[in-house]
């Protein structure tokens, strides 16, 4: 399965974002897809997951309230809203799939990856 995520850029505090991340090559409804960044000097950690059966979603605490992963079937498409940016939002955010995977924050559990996209919060 590929993944391809994009939307990111440069937005200011309190901006939003929309980033997408499409899903292609196998059967899109049989994958968790998950949402990673990285900022620099850090390691790659969890954002927000989706599960295979698109009803469980899950955020990591510090982007409780703020951000929401939604999916379409339909496009093949997991989205990851992004409002109330702050600078400690900011690096390179990748999409994962897990195949039947409850798209829960164990990142050894997803196995494919996109190429990610930068976002950039300025205070």
Partial sequence: VQL?????GL????????????VSGRTFSNYAVG??????????EF????SWTGTSTYNTDSVKGRFTISGDNAKNAVYLQMNS?????????YCAADRKG???????????????TEVTVSS
């Fill in 102 to 116: 409850s798209g829960g924050s164990r990142i050894h559990e997803y196995a494919y990856w996109g190429q990610g």
């Fill in 35 to 44: 949402w990673f960044r990285q900022a620099p000097g850090k390691e790659r």
């Fill in 85 to 93: 940016l702050k600078p400690e939002d900011t690096g390179v955010y």
């Fill in 47 to 50: 954002v927000a997951g989706i």
């Fill in 11 to 22: 937005v200011q505090a309190g901006g939003s974002l929309r980033l997408s991340c499409a």
């Fill in 4 to 8: 391809q995520a994009f939307g990111g």
